[in-house]
């Protein structure tokens, strides 16, 4: 019997993504069906592929950033209709009871979220599969709507790397009158560029990759400092208020610390896998703090949704086809990424 979705998966740690077809539920009462249209490359993606946060569930299509066209819509569904532009981003449900769904931050989910791959779905027997792929079906709670200006394969990333940088800039009060620094100029780097700059703060990006300069600017970047020369870190002492660090790699988090101004804060979003070595001084000299931030709740991606249509801000995407992700994935870890790897779903 031939399966209703086509897409590609890891079926090991390691292993390249091969061409997969399986099976999603029928649709419920509250549920959309979706075609997907665009699937971005997440360094997520890469890390659990890889198994680098742990061991990983596999067969695993991965993907969290679609962006679709629905198809269909359950009898009970009220939030979306057929033809509409959907979004779905890095989980597909929570427990919706908690203190922190209830407010809307469902990536906080007391239970734990239920993440859109690399786990069970909800009813704890079904395994999730990702975004790479060309059917979806979802929640309609769990997913968003895309603004009717904004081509779908820019907007994909906005799915993960678009809401994990808008939500730190908007709760660490980043805008008009602060300096703020992004760590790494990648997927989730050029949008927290992007966002900072429209809400009006100071821009600084630190970049390993100097060739990375015109574009920063041309993103909206203010100031661009290459982090491969050691003088760099001298010269930005003491400047920042806030620093959104995305690098993917591991790296001397104290050097970047030093950066900060009095009171300033070091929001930790790459996630390398292993430690951080933190020495205390470094946050003592200045009153400082090191925070975290993941992804962003639904109302939230709403809201970043409806402002990126306003302001008609996209990601900067290179459009691939499904036999080029192996290729992708190598080039995203040797930061050659401009700036984000986007699967044209028509291709699987
Ligand atoms: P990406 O596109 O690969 O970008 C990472 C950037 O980090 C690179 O472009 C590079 O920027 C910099 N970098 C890489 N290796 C480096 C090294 N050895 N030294 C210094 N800088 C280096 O990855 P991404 O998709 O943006 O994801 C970034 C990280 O965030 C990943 O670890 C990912 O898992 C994590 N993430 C976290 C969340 C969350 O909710 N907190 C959500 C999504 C992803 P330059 O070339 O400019 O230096
Ligand atoms: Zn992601
Ligand atoms: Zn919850």
């Given at each position: 019997m031939?399966?209703?979705?086509?897409g590609y998966a890891a079926m090991g740690a390691k292993e390249k993504l091969v061409p997969y077809e399986f099976d999603r539920r029928e649709l419920g009462a509250h549920d959309v069906a979706l075609?997907?249209?665009y699937a971005g490359i997440c360094h997520s993606d890469i890390h659990q592929v890889r198994e680098e946060w742990g061991p990983a569930l596999f067969p695993m299509v991965p993907?969290?950033?679609?962006?679709?066209i629905v198809s269909k819509v359950g009898?009970?569904?009220?939030?979306f209709k057929v033809g509409d532009k959907i979004g779905i981003g890095v989980f597909i449900d929570s427990c919706r009871k908690c203190s922190s769904c209830q407010r809307g931050l469902q990536q906080y989910?007391?239970?734990?979220?239920?993440?859109?791959?690399?786990?069970l779905e909800r009813n704890g027997v079904t395994p999730a599969m990702g975004g790479y792929c060309d059917y979806f079906v979802i929640n309609?709670?769990?997913?968003?709507?895309?603004p009717e200006n904004l081509p779908l394969e820019g907007v994909a990333p906005l799915m993960c790397a678009g809401i994990t940088l808008y939500s730190p800039i908007k709760h660490w009060d980043v805008g008009s009158g602060k300096k703020v620094a992004v760590m790494g100029l990648g997927g989730l780097g050029h949008m927290g560029v992007k966002f900072a700059a429209a809400l009006g703060a100071d821009v600084t990006v630190l970049s390993h990759s100097p060739g990375k300069k015109g574009d920063a600017?041309?993103?909206?970047?203010?100031?661009?400092?290459?982090?491969s020369s050691e003088a760099a870190?001298?010269?930005?002492?003491?400047t920042f208020d806030v620093i959104l660090n995305t690098v993917s790699a591991e790296l001397d988090i104290n050097k970047y610390l030093n950066l900060l101004k009095l009171d300033g804060t070091l929001v930790v979003i790459g996630l390398p896998g292993k430690p951080y070595a933190v020495h205390v001084g470094s946050l003592l000299s200045g009153r400082r703090s090191i925070g975290g931030s993941m992804i962003g709740g639904i109302p939230e991606l709403q809201e970043m949704l409806n402002l990126c249509g306003e302001k008609s801000i996209v990601s900067d995407v290179e459009v691939i086809k499904a036999d080029y992700i192996n290729e992708a994935y190598e080039r995203t870890v040797a930061s050659d990424v401009k700036y984000r790897f986007v699967i044209d779903a028509k291709t699987f």
């Open positions: 031939t399966k209703n979705t086509k075609d997907v249209l993907g969290h950033e679609i962006a679709g009898t009970g569904v009220t939030k989910c007391l239970e734990g979220m239920t993440g859109t791959y690399n786990g309609e709670d769990y997913a968003v709507h895309i600017l041309a993103m909206g970047a203010h100031h661009f400092v290459d982090t870190f001298a010269e930005c002492a003491g």
